[in-house]
């Protein structure tokens, strides 16, 4: 399944058409029948051949220009003839080149800024044809070279700095149809109207390589790729259009080769040296199509087609130093409809990072001409100059990465703490305040003495009050300690009466009340844990010191309390008096038992008697 699917940084680049309200409109472009596509781009102006009776000019317009374009606009007055190709120089976005069937080629300055006026001078005029100039090609690395290609089989290497021809190369025994450099320009390829391909040496215009190219009779085109490799489009005997990757030492026998349809319209092969594609434009059709070439069998694979409604009239390809990086443009190709509206068809190739893609964008050609003319026909060859297409983000990621000075510091001398066995403890835990340990306090820990009543069957715990000193000052209470985990909930105690928002308490509210006000009054009454302390003070100084008889023991015990005999429905008092001994202070504790008992009956009668009160009113009785 690894093999179906190619794996390739390009296999999802799409097109994306600018709107047309953000495009030129209404050029009149040449009806000539040449197979040309009249037309050609800088990052600084577009030039198209426009329509004109009785001569060849030719349309400068700035390449940032949107909307109508005025019908007087200026032009460059070019030739008596009508203008077959035009051609702008790899070195200087200002100087561009023209061919014409009036058996010369111009080169022009444009002014900065375009043109203002009617140009009719050329900078220089190249006068040696005999006939038409059917196509033209700047020297890709040295200056100010520039190779033409006329009617008479003939072409001259030019020297447009002085206007001399350095070199005349013939062999040709029918038209020429198409001429183009290699990557460093020592050689260049031609298509005759005989079916051969013909590689040239550019220093001496010697044959090296020749061989035959496709049957079909109709004009045929060839490009050299990057590595030597040579693109060819052409037609086949029975007018099917194709296209061929072929090697310069068997040019005849094609690497690979693909038929595409049967359209009569010549095939314009386009390579982006930096990227590897090929984009085959087809003069009066609908579609353009594009390739990526590497080594990986069969050479040249298919990516996609960008299909529209309108035929081109003619098309221009951008340089790399006019596209937006940021976007991840790779082409940007100016398509004029045969409505009179530049297309302008952007070809993009989708990434997630917003930064700058290096692989998308390797260095590309400079402005810089690598030799002069004079060197070049001396025999030297040189790369081509080459700069980033980016130069900001270039000069970001040369720049040097900070040196930060390594000094040791005291994190460098610490151990790592050993390990500790713990139980493991749950999430609260670990997140709850541990409590601290407060200090051993130097007086002996009180036990507390737990009391079992077997008849009512309550367990108290009671602590045996210590006793007070004047001289020693009372302890404050220990604080609360505020736990950072649990929020402390404020809350406001309020009255009965704020609670019915000041209404009058009703019967049953005011005999309650009264019943829990008189309990307060019993309550009152029962001695306190100092009494306690005093009596069995007491008691204990009584049974040292002298024996009472038991007569006078329970004439006082009738003395303190009430008849034991008594009903128990009626409230037993005590005495203001601490007991005596230890026979009174049990007899103490029965009648407390009988107070209790008596105030937990008078309870439950008064919950009855409430909820009676509720279901009355509940249900209105």
């Known amino acids: 399944m690894a093999g179906i699917v190619r794996q390739s940084k390009f296999r999802h680049v799409y097109c994306k058409p600018v709107k047309h309200e953000q495009c030129m409109s209404d050029i009149k472009v040449t009806e000539i029948t040449w197979d040309s596509l009249f037309c050609a781009v800088n990052p600084k102006f577009i030039a198209f051949i426009h329509r004109g009776s009785g001569g060849g000019p030719f349309m400068v317009v700035p390449v940032n220009k949107v909307g109508r374009v005025d019908k007087d606009i200026p032009f460059v007055d070019a030739h008596k003839a009508p203008c077959l190709e035009i051609a702008w120089s790899p070195f200087n976005d200002n100087v561009i080149a023209s061919c014409s069937e009036d058996t010369t080629a111009k080169v022009w300055l444009i002014p900065e800024g375009g ?12 006068l040696g044809h005999q006939k038409r100039v059917n196509t033209i090609a700047w020297h890709p690395v040295a200056a100010n070279l520039l190779l033409t290609a006329g009617g008479e089989n003939v072409m001259y ?3 447009v ?35 051969k391909l013909r590689i040239f040496n550019s220093h001496t215009g010697d044959v090296l390589h020749e061989g035959m190219g496709h049957e079909g009779v109709k004009p045929q085109r060839a490009i050299f790729v990057r590595d030597g490799r040579v693109v060819t489009t052409g037609f086949t005997k029975r ?10 030492e068997n040019l005849s026998t094609p690497i690979m080769q693909d038929e595409l349809d049967t359209s009569n319209g010549v095939l314009f092969p386009f390579y982006d040296e930096d990227t590897g594609l090929v984009y085959l434009v087809g003069k009066g059709d609908c579609a353009i199509r594009y390739y990526e070439v590497n080594d990986d069998p069969p050479y040249m694979h298919y990516i996609n087609t960008y299909t529209t ?17 940021e976007e991840n443009e790779l082409q940007r190709i100016y398509k004029l409809t045969t409505k009179g509206v530049v297309d302008i068809l952007q070809f993009f190739c989708p990434r997630k990072s917003d930064l700058f893609q290096h692989d998308l964008y390797p260095d590309t050609r400079s402005l810089q001409p690598a030799l002069t003319a004079e060197e070049f026909m001396d025999g030297k060859d040189a790369e081509p100059n080459r700069q980033p ?31 500790t066995e713990a139980a493991p403890q749950s999430y609260k835990e670990q997140t709850s305040p541990q409590p601290t340990k407060q200090a051993a306090s130097p007086r002996p820990a009180q036990q507390r003495k737990v009391v079992v009543d077997d008849d009512m069957g309550i367990v108290t715990a009671s602590t045996p009050s210590p006793r007070r000193s004047s001289a020693a000052p009372s302890a404050e209470p220990p604080k609360e300690e505020n736990n950072p985990m649990i929020p402390r909930n404020q809350v406001k105690l309020r009255s009965r009466a704020d609670h019915d928002d000041g209404a009058p308490p009703s019967a049953g509210q005011r005999r309650a009340a009264a019943e829990l006000e008189r309990i307060r009054r019993d309550q009152g009454r029962l001695p306190d ?32 309390g009430v008849d034991m005999s008594a009903s128990s429905d009626a409230p037993v008092m005590l005495s203001d008096s601490g007991p005596g001994s230890m026979e009174e202070l049990v007899g103490d504790l029965q009648k407390m038992k009988m107070i209790l008992r008596q105030h937990e009956r008078r309870i439950r009668l008064l919950e009855d008697q409430l909820a009676d009160m509720a279901m009355a009113y509940t249900h209105n009785f």
């Open 529 to 560: 844990d100092d009494d306690r302390a005093q009596a069995a003070s007491r008691a204990s100084t009584v049974s040292k010191t002298s024996e009472r008889p038991t007569s006078q023991a329970s004439s006082r015990v009738s003395r303190v």
């Open 157 to 159: 290497m030019w020297n």
């Open 239 to 248: 007018s099917e259009r194709l296209y061929a990757l072929r090697s310069q």
């Open 309 to 325: 409604n309108e035929p081109q009239r003619a098309a221009a390809f951008q340089s790399k130093r006019g596209l937006c990086s």
């Open 389 to 419: 297409v980016n130069a900001a983000a270039a000069a970001a990621a040369n720049k040097p990465k900070v040196q930060v000075a390594k000094k040791a510091n005291i994190l460098n001398t610490l151990t790592a703490t050993p390990a």
């Open 115 to 126: 043109l203002r006026k009617n140009i009719t001078e050329p900078v220089v005029e190249l």
């Open 161 to 195: 700095g002085t206007g001399e021809a350095l070199l005349e190369i013939a062999g040709h025994p029918d038209q020429i149809w198409s001429v183009a450099f290699n990557y460093d320009g020592s050689r260049f390829i031609t298509c005759c109207k005989d079916k």
